[in-house]
């Protein structure tokens, strides 16, 4: 009897740890899945004061320097850009995106890109946006 007393005591004291335990284990891994991931968007002008950045320049590019810092994938897109920078009116100019989706700490990876960018081609700025976001790849056979 004294042992049955004895395991009810104990098992009061270990639940409400063990379930606090498993509780702040639960919270801590919805907080690094919902958190963890940034999408960042780099908007690269592709002309420059006296010419046009070429597609075999673009290619050069990603293959030196995006593909290096992000080997498991980015994206590329085409788009048109308008934007007034310090000359008068507004520009309009074909524009790559990258889309670029990541760990949260990989920001100053996507800067360094944009200013390798803005220097190499004499650009007066390069855009980056991001925004927080969960990352889900669907792969292989998964249902």
């Known amino acids: 009897m004294q042992s049955e007393q004895l395991r009810r005591v104990f098992l009061k004291a270990l639940m409400p740890s063990c379930l606090l335990a498993f ?36 290619q050069r590019f990603c293959d030196e320097k995006v593909t290096p810092v992000f080997p498991d994938g980015y994206t590329s ?20 995106v990258l889309v670029i989706v990541a760990p949260a700490d990989a920001t100053d990876k996507v800067l360094s ?10 650009q007066e700025a390069v855009l980056v946006v991001t925004s927080a976001g969960d990352a889900i790849f669907v792969e292989g056979d998964d249902q």
């Open 77 to 96: 897109l085409g788009a048109t850009g308008y934007w007034k920078g310090h000359a008068d009116g507004t520009v309009r100019e074909n524009t790559r």
């Open 113 to 122: 890109l944009a200013r390798e960018y803005r220097e190499r081609f004499h």
């Open 23 to 58: 509780c702040l284990a639960f919270s801590a891994c919805v907080h690094r899945g919902a958190g963890s991931w940034r999408e960042f968007k780099v908007f690269c002008g592709m002309s420059f004061q006296g010419g046009e950045i070429t597609e075999a320049d673009w």
